[in-house]
Every structure is written in structure tokens, then in C-alpha cells.
């Protein structure tokens, strides 16, 4: 497994599998993906650097994905999940969450304001674009996203294969509109609803607190494998 911004070769001829990062670089991201066609597994997760651009050159080099997480990386576009899904057909888990936008002061102070300011206001576009292109994702996370109802419904007709469902945080929803896509879907086996009684202990600073030991080395040009 690799964490903290390594990678770990583990197929065969040194060809990575693996590579969970944080504040991964557009450069660096492209890297990866063209070095690894074997890649499976993908978490940049808090990577304000990473822009569609990569996201496409992963989309048209690494064909076998099979799980993505892209939570808080707000450069990153409905476009990218579009053919992420097109491009990767064995996508089976997709992580998208953004930060906390219902009391943002949970992460202010560790967090830069214009990041924070920048959350993502599309939520039923990328929920079309996952529901219209990724549909044999098994376990889906949209914490805090900003979809509707009408994107919820989406997700049910085009995601029919879901089993895990994290809805944490999503303000914009209401019971009866989650009930009813929850029906749609026969294979679901968890089901995280909003809780919009959230204790402030729940958003621990500590959670956060790699924007404070934000590492320059993964703004290079260079991925260091």
C-alpha cells in the first residue's frame, strides 16, 4: 500500500498499482498515470493542484481502474468524471466528498480560505455524469456534495450495482427524496443518511491538519517512485 504521497510498485516489471497521495500536482499526476497502466487504485484526495487535465491523462492511460478517490480536489470537474467513467468501465468505487461547507469554520484555520471558497457548486452535473457513465460502481461516497433530489435519482437509474451509498453531510436532500432512490437500488447494503446534527467533535482540526505540513515535494515535476 502506499501512503503519504509514495507510491508502491506491485505489479509486475516494477508497474505501479497503487499510489495514494496528498497535494499531488497536475505534473506529477500525468507522470503516474503514463509510468502506470497497470494502476488500479488512485486517492489524491486534497489536491487543489490537480486540474482535468491530468484527470484525462489518467482516464486515457490507466484503463483498468478500478477505484478513485477524488474528494476536495476542487479543480477537478463533472468533465474528468465523465471520462474517468467512459474510459475506466471496471470503476467499482468512487470517493468524492467535499469539506464541511455547513460550518466551514470546522477547518478554517488549516485550510486555505480561497480553497474553501472554491467548493464545488455542480453537484447534480457530476451526479449525471457519474449516473451516465460508471454504472457498475459498487460503493459511492458524496460527503457534503451539493446534489438535489434530481441528482440522487440519477445516481439510482444509472448506479443500479450500488451497494454502499455515504451521503453524510448532503444538506440539499430531504428523507422522502433519499427513500425513494434508495428503493431503486436492490443491492444496496449501507446507506449513510445526512445528519445535520453534527457534533463539532465529529470535524476534528487533526483531520485537516496536513494543510499545515503541506510538502513542496509533491509540486515537482518529477513523481518520486
Keep these: 500500500m ?8 506491485e505489479g509486475e516489471e516494477g508497474e505501479l498499482r497503487e499510489v495514494r497521495v496528498r497535494h499531488c500536482s497536475d505534473d506529477a ?3 503516474a498515470a503514463k509510468s502506470s497502466p497497470q494502476l488500479s487504485i488512485l486517492s489524491i ?6 486540474t482535468d487535465r491530468s484527470m484525462l491523462t489518467v482516464a486515457s492511460c490507466c484503463p483498468i481502474l478500478t477505484e478513485l478517490d477524488i474528494s476536495y480536489c476542487y479543480e477537478v470537474s463533472y468533465k474528468s468524471l465523465e471520462v474517468i ?3 475506466c468501465p471496471n470503476l467499482v468505487v468512487l470517493k468524492r466528498s467535499i469539506f464541511n461547507w455547513l460550518d466551514s469554520s470546522e477547518h478554517a484555520r488549516t485550510v486555505p480560505a480561497e480553497y474553501l471558497r472554491a467548493c464545488p457548486q455542480d453537484g447534480d ?6 449516473s451516465r457513465s460508471m454504472p457498475k460502481l459498487k460503493q459511492l461516497v458524496l460527503r457534503f456534495a451539493k446534489l438535489s433530489g434530481v441528482g440522487l435519482n440519477s445516481i439510482a437509474e444509472g448506479c443500479k450495482e450500488l451497494e454502499v451509498l ?14 425513494q432512490a434508495a428503493a431503486n437500488l436492490k443491492n444496496l447494503e449501507t446507506l449513510v443518511k445526512p445528519n445535520f446534527y453534527i457534533p463539532r467533535s465529529a470535524f476534528h482540526m487533526e483531520r485537516y491538519g496536513h ?4 510538502d513542496e515535494r509533491f509540486q515537482t ?4 517512485i
Design 2 to 9: 502506499a501512503t503519504g504521497g509514495e507510491a508502491a510498485p
Design 29 to 31: 499526476l500525468a507522470f
Design 45 to 50: 484526495q486534497s489536491s487543489p493542484g490537480v
Design 85 to 87: 467513467g467512459q474510459n
Design 125 to 130: 452535473r457530476e451526479a449525471t455524469a457519474i
Design 166 to 179: 455515504d451521503l453524510f453531510g448532503c444538506a440539499n436532500l430531504t428523507s422522502r427524496g433519499i427513500e
Design 211 to 214: 494543510w499545515q505540513l503541506y
Design 221 to 224: 515535476n518529477v513523481f518520486q
